[in-house]
């Protein structure tokens, strides 16, 4: 059976743009140069995309992405919160160097970013969405961005510096602003598009579509929902991040009478679950149905094949995990990240890498795939020949994880993560290790920091830890 790529090339693309009820701007696909698009959602989980084996949903048009082209198995935040993610995705720097460490930093627009050297270099450069990173964009010939988190339904949006209203759901505009500038920048150069969606992050309110899905099924928590912690150090003892009435009390304020009375706190906490992870859900149905859009128009443009497509998240997020929600922690769900990418001219169907990479490692990439160099201050590393099914010799085996928050109990973190394990460490007052054997513990249950067989491993991780804080320029003070 021919792939849907194989039936476009036999068919040609003159057949599909004649088939096509929508209005086209035919590209050249000439120039070598690819065009990008990037596409980046907010707190999307891997674990909720189907491609990633979700046992709670179907990503029908992430998981198109996927089966033609390669899914990213070990993807990983270096700062796990949404505006410090957003800034190092964008310098390719740490969040000590580029100046967000937390949310409430300023971004310094004055920095070197991907998106101004691949203007710099001929490309059309575009951002549409959620910017999040306070002061306006540099580095786009066009931008049109939400105010803050933006709302879901009928959102103001701030164009080129003058704000617009829209009448709709946030995720379909975001996809109608972003397909409108497709089909009027210039022909003459690649282009580069950011397509940044809000959902799904919190307040996880559905469109109409979609505000009925799941609403007879009973959703299956997590194999870790009722984690006791036995072993753990005590901040993540005393969080405040956990499913259950506080978590509803801070994202639904206005339906806390909703809640039925008389139930145990067991049930309380499974009863919020479902309400939480059904919305979340719903949200992401509405990014997928919407993602689909942007492909049906590359298809019908002809610019599937010269175009560099990527799907991330600024960083994971907990679905009940551990009894958690949000992000913050070092834990596998909040530290992995989806990542998933397709290029015809180079990215073989149905890939998958277990090659360790870090939202660090984004912008070189880009530049890489673009023919742009990739400027000396950047500290991530191009990972394409990976994504063209390569295995450098010398590619990282273990990444550093910098936290600097102090929020809903959570307090500063750092930590490293290889292949097997994983240190973390607690900052804040020095509330203690943590150390998981994913060949043993891959659901991260059992601290065995205290364990005395494993002092040698502790001091190698530990060497290793310092040994890449002083590769990306951290001082004792951060």
Known sequence: MLSRRQFLKKMGRATVLMSSGIPIIKKMQTKKSPNIIFI????????????????????????????????????????????????????GKYSHLNGVMVNNNRFDGRQQTFPKLLRQAGYETALVGKWHLKGEPTGFNYWNILPGQGSYNNPEMIENGTQTDHKGYVTDIITDQALDWLKTCSTAKPFCLLIHHKAPHANWIADKKHAGMYSDQKIPT??????????????????????????????????????????????????????????????????????????????????????????????GFFLGDHGLYDKRF????????????????????????????????????????????????????????????????????MMYYRFYESAFGVGPIEGIRTQRYKLIHYLYGDMG??????????????????????????????????????????SDDL
Not at 45 to 73: C, K, M, Q, V
Not at 361 to 385: C, H, N, W, Y
Not at 438 to 459: C, G, S, T, V
């Open 433 to 474: 290790w943590e150390l998981y054997d994913f060949d043993n513990d891959p659901n991260e249950l059992q601290n065995l920091y205290n364990n005395a067989d494993k002092a040698q491993l502790i001091k190698d991780l530990r060497t290793g830890m310092n040994h890449l804080k002083k590769k990306y320029a951290f």
């Open 330 to 397: 070092m834990y596998e769900p909040s530290l992995r990240m989806p990542l998933i990418i397709r290029y015809p001219k180079e990215i073989k169907e149905h890939t998958v890498a277990k090659a360790m990479v870090l939202n660090l490692d984004f912008a070189s990439t880009i530049l890489d795939f673009a023919g742009v160099p990739i400027p000396k201050e950047m500290q991530g590393e191009s990972f394409r020949r990976i994504a063209g099914g390569e295995k450098p010799d010398s590619w990282q085996t």
């Open 222 to 315: 997590p194999d870790t929902f009722d984690d006791n912690y036995a072993t753990r150090s005590d901040q993540i003892k005393n969080h405040r991040l956990k499913v259950g009435i506080n978590q509803w009390q801070l994202h639904y304020e206005k339906r806390l009478g909703e809640i039925p009375i008389g139930m145990s706190e067991q049930e309380t906490r499974q009863w919020v679950y479902q309400r939480y992870i059904k919305d979340y859900l719903r949200c992401i149905a509405s990014v997928d149905d919407n993602i689909g859009r942007v492909l049906d128009y590359l298809d019908n443009a002809g610019l599937s094949e010269n175009t560099l497509i990527i799907y991330t998240s600024d960083q």
């Open 40 to 91: 980046m959602s907010d707190d999307h989980a891997a674990h909720a995309i189907s491609a990633y084996g979700s046992r709670i949903n179907h990503t029908p048009h992430i998981d198109r992405l996927a089966e033609e082209g390669i899914r990213f198995d070990n993807c990983f935040c270096t700062n796990s919160i949404c505006a410090p993610s957003r800034a190092v995705i964008l310098t």
